[in-house]
């Protein structure tokens, strides 16, 4: 659950404004994609002997978040300047095209924050895309099996469309509002709430 707040404050410290459409597209493409390949891995885990059959995908799901939280603890970087590797190229070109933030630490205004409006819509329209993201990943799979009588490999397979498709949708979005924002510059703010509402 941290990871995508931290990747947002990622981004805005290392990919320049008119990139940050395509890198955070490809970056939630991720997350469909991923669960696209556990999709497809866990049926044919379900049918295998390796590992007691379904707990496998529980067991390796967790090796492999285990193995990243590692790499990233050491490869990922807060900001540009602290990476130890990185080019002088490179700094120089982010620090030409991301503007400086201030290191003055504010406090966290949460009476605003629990009175406002916006943030409250916010919260229920993610609340009410993931539930409904959830509640159709584990009907699909229910209905393939109980009512079309689909093994666990064939529903893995099918279930698994819905993710790769958001994933497809999520990069060429990214791509598109990046080529719309070059042509004809629209407030981000609209282009986040037509997005979102599209979503």
């Known amino acids: 659950s941290p990871v995508f ?14 990139e940050q459409s395509f890198v955070s597209s490809f970056m939630l493409a991720g997350y469909g994609t991923g ?12 049918s295998s002997n390796f590992l007691g059959g379904w707990p496998a995908v529980f067991y390796l799901s967790a090796l492999i978040g285990f193995i990243w939280s590692i790499w990233a603890y050491f490869a990922l970087y807060d900001d540009p300047e602290s990476h130890p590797t990185i080019s002088m190229e490179e700094l120089d070109y982010i ?38 993201m959830a509640f159709f990943a584990t009907s699909l799979a229910l209905y393939l099996g109980t009512v079309l009588n689909l093994d666990s490999v ?20 990214g791509v598109l509002i990046d080529y719309v924002m070059e042509r004809r510059p629209i407030p981000i703010a609209y282009i986040r709430k037509g997005t979102t509402l599209a979503s």
């Open 35 to 46: 669960t696209f390949i556990s999709y497809v891995a866990a049926g044919s885990l379900c």
């Open 5 to 18: 707040p931290a990747l947002v404050y990622t981004i805005s410290r290392w990919i320049p404004v008119s």
């Open 95 to 132: 620090r030409k095209h991301i503007s400086p933030q201030k290191k003055k630490v504010k406090r966290i205004p949460w009476k605003s924050m629990v009175t406002s409006v916006p943030l409250w819509a916010l919260a229920v329209g993610a609340f009410g895309q993931f539930w409904i």
């Open 154 to 173: 064939e529903n893995g397979d099918i279930s698994c469309v819905p993710n790769l498709l958001r994933a497809v949708f999520a990069c060429l979005v």
